[in-house]
């Protein structure tokens, strides 16, 4: 390349070399870092007067990144962590450009040392029994939508599963029968296997022979059979959550979203619950993972790993020895019991 690298070049060898096809990023991510370029040119032509196609690689400093990360602290009002990433996205491309452009590396060295900034770690949230209980008497069953809704607040307060997990699901991925379970790729492009309690199992049966809207539709579908958006799950998780506060005063003075119907059953897991202890193992196991893997996410109210791992390993344990259970492999068994000796 001759002269000074062209930003614009740079960038799209980035998206395209770097993340497609080194990484294999996955479309969040990607989708992730083009909102953050999107925001960071934006904020260049209207700090430098230049269009981003006149952009050089020189012109992109590390006093003008905090100016970027600044500005959308004061004026778009986001927090810590959203500016925390955006600070990633930027700082993955200039790695990147090191390697391409090293006649700028002091340049690429003052942007790498800009630091994350620290916040503060709340208590992770969860809804009781009640709460839930409500929660899922909320949809009308009456109707298609209520139906579907019903099924996958179950799924979602059983399994624990994500957002993207959840919407991304097939038919073929929900499995009825003996050993229920469902299987899906999430973060980090790891297979999960979890399996169903006898409820749950029950009202997906009866959701999977609902008459399908399209072919190939996924297993909780729009109205136009195409898959839910994350902004339709957070409508319809409102919309019942309203309807359940009205026999669940509580819920008025929380914050309910995809992620809190995460920490539910793990919070039955610690709550001693006798008559949630049917659903308790529900632990997932994740194929090829190891115990060291599970977090505080795992058990609300225990905050540190150490008190974490035993809990987990022995919830892991009693599922296995389960009949239901799928039939992990004998290395995976093997590793779970080691750890619970230790």
Known sequence: MSGQPNFGVLLERFFTQRLMQQRRASAHTIASYRDTFKLLLQFVQKCLRKAPSALALEDIDAPLVMAFLDEMEGTRGIAARTR???LTAVHSFFRFTAF????????????????AKRFTRALVPFLSRQEVDALLAAPDQRTWSGRRDHALLLLAVQTGLRLS??????????????GAHVRVIGKG?????????KNTRAVLAAWGREPPLTEGQPLFPNARGGNLSSHGVHYLLNKHVRTAAVNCPSLNSKRVSPHVLRHYLPFLTMSCDA???AEAPR???????????ITRHSFPGVQTVEAIRPL???????WLSTAEAPRPDRRCRARYRKYLAE
């Open 312 to 318: 987990a390993a022995r919830e892991v344990m009693s």
């Open 189 to 197: 492009r790891k297979e999960r296997c979890t399996p169903l309690s």
């Open 165 to 178: 997990e959840l919407t991304s699901l097939k038919h073929e991925d929900l499995h009825v029968g003996v």
């Open 275 to 277: 008559s949630a202890s």
């Open 100 to 115: 391409e452009a090293p006649t700028h590396s002091a340049q690429i060295q003052r942007v790498l040392a800009i630091p």
């Open 84 to 86: 925390n990433l955006r």
């Open 283 to 293: 632990i997932c196991w994740t194929r090829r993972a190891e115990a060291r893997s």
